[in-house]
């Protein structure tokens, strides 16, 4: 069964503490994004990867990272420099060239402690 | 500044009945949209695209439709179901420059009344 999926479905952090949200496709899309989604909002842009061990900042890249260094595998992390994480995240992938359709995850919630 | 505008954060429409959600968008560079389907606590789902070499394109209920001089795109749905109630997101990507990167509205909730 092809997908994207992400876990945990919740999530919580501490003050201080980074943690890291998992996202894996069996596509074999080559992008992958993570998006933000906050209430009342449309979904921003964290970060994305067009190809493996390569990745760019989104428009709101602050206080996180991510890793590509499996075509399967882009993993999110939440760094103690995020002082506003509570939101719902969101994965995506696309293959590469057009059309741009992303396909999601069921995301994932975040809330802090 | 915002480059995808939904302004109707909400819609309401009896069972049966069309619905039509908007978009407006700024950017002449735009050339790929699409809409997605959201309900509470789950990923958006791929509903409808369209290429701006064509001004309609239809699967089904769904059709979109592309206003290139006007930069607007309507969804339309016919008919309703109760089951189309969500959020509804339209996105717009420039395919040259910009890696096909989605900039998406903020949304509009349709509610579909039995």
């Known amino acids: 069964d092809g997908g994207i999926t992400q876990s945990p479905k919740y999530l919580f952090r501490k003050e201080g503490q980074n943690v890291t949200l998992s996202c894996e496709q069996n596509l074999n899309h080559d992008a992958m994004y993570w998006y933000r989604q906050d209430p009342g909002q449309g979904l921003r842009l964290i970060y994305y990867s067009q190809i493996v061990n390569d990745f760019q900042k989104g428009d709101i890249a602050e206080g996180y990272s991510v890793s590509r260094e499996k075509k399967e595998s882009f993993p999110l992390t939440v760094t103690s420099a995020q002082k506003n994480p509570t939101a719902f995240y969101l994965c995506?992938?696309?293959?590469?060239?057009?059309?741009?359709?992303?396909?999601f995850g069921p995301g994932t919630r975040l809330l802090v402690l | 500044d915002q480059q995808v505008k939904q302004n109707s954060p909400s819609l309401s429409v009896q069972e049966g009945r069309i619905s039509i959600l908007n978009c407006d968008y700024t950017n002449s560079m735009f050339d790929y949209f699409l809409w997605y389907k959201k309900y509470p606590a789950e990923g958006p789902t791929f509903l409808i695209s369209i290429s701006s070499i064509k001004d309609k394109n239809e699967d089904g209920r769904f059709t979109v439709f592309l206003n290139k001089s006007a930069k607007h795109l309507s969804l339309h749905i016919v008919p309703s179901q109760p089951g189309d109630s969500a959020v509804y997101f339209c996105a717009a990507s420039a395919r040259t420059g910009s890696q096909g990167n989605l900039i998406f509205g903020k949304g509009t909730k349709l509610s579909v009344k039995p």
């Open positions: 995506a992938s696309k293959s590469g060239g057009l059309p741009e359709t992303q396909y």
